[in-house]
């Protein structure tokens, strides 16, 4: 009963937000009053990214991951990998004259790899498990900050274009909302799974893998970026979620020697189970 719980709590995710999402939208309506823009804002760029890394926790069969660690990683891996990403391309842009979105996809896909790779190297080292379905939750955590906080700056955007058209912001949020399981999360979690499957058993082929893993999270966010039409946007999509279904699969059935449970990390988390 508790397993069917955890596999279903992505929905309750889901509709809990989406309830609060349009209460504010309709105190929104109803007032007139602009201070529950932000709100709204929030809960839109927020709420599918979370109900899918709540999906993945739950597919990987052990819910090992701490929910701290999950929103730490969401919390700072979204805020720094925007600000260093944000940055490069800036500074990238001002010299180049303009950027092409590969360079774009490159340095977007390596700021959203600070925040796990840091804590893979100060917290998660210390310990002997370090499964790879861990690490593609974490990197999903990371890409849901990402685009959550990627998301509520293109929502601003489109509510000071339109002069104030609630309309215009409802639609960004939706479609950005709606995709970005497909993009960021996606491409996020299928590098970082990579990387703890080479860190948990070393080898030249791991090693490959996560280059290949890389430039394959490269290759489709390029793409995402370069073709703007609704049929390249459903592709991708199916390309993204679908690798991403396959590797869920691949590491649930991977179990190294001696590995211990996450959970373990203080007796508080590790009594929880």
């Known amino acids: 009963m508790r397993d069917r719980s955890r596999r279903w709590a992505w929905l309750a995710v889901l509709v809990v937000g989406l309830c609060l999402y349009l209460l504010v939208l309709r105190t929104l309506v109803h007032t007139q009053n602009p201070n529950f823009v932000p709100a709204m804002i929030l809960l839109g760029a927020s709420v599918v990214p979370a109900a899918f890394l709540t999906f993945a926790q739950a597919r990987t069969g052990r819910w090992e991951v701490p929910a701290g660690v999950l929103l730490v990683t969401a919390f700072f891996g979204g805020v720094i990998g925007v600000v260093v990403a944000g940055t490069l391309e800036y500074d990238a842009l001002r010299d180049l004259g303009t950027l092409p979105m590969v360079v774009v996809a490159v ?24 499964l790879p379905s861990d690490g593609l939750v974490i990197g999903i955590a990371s890409g849901m900050g990402f685009a959550a906080l990627e998301t509520m700056g293109y929502a601003f955007t489109a ?12 639609q960004t949020l939706f479609v950005r909302g709606l995709t970005s399981p497909a993009g960021h999360t996606a491409w996020t979690g299928l590098t970082c799974g990579a990387l703890w499957m080479m860190l948990s058993a070393p080898s030249v082929r791991h090693l490959l893998q996560f280059a290949a893993t ?9 793409s995402w970026d370069t073709f703007g039409s609704t049929w390249a946007y459903a592709i991708l999509g199916v390309l993204s979620l679908g690798w991403l279904t ?25 009594g929880g189970r």
């Open 107 to 130: 340095v977007e896909e390596s700021a959203k790899l600070i925040v796990p790779v840091v804590l893979l190297l100060t917290v998660l080292v210390r310990h002997t498990r370090r």
């Open 246 to 270: 396959l590797m869920l699969r691949h590491y649930r059935a991977f179990h190294p020697a001696g590995a211990l449970s996450l959970a373990g990390m203080s007796p508080a988390v590790g």
């Open 159 to 170: 509510l000071l274009e339109s002069n104030g058209n609630v309309g215009a912001v409802e």
């Open 214 to 222: 890389f430039v394959g999270a490269v290759a489709l966010h390029t």
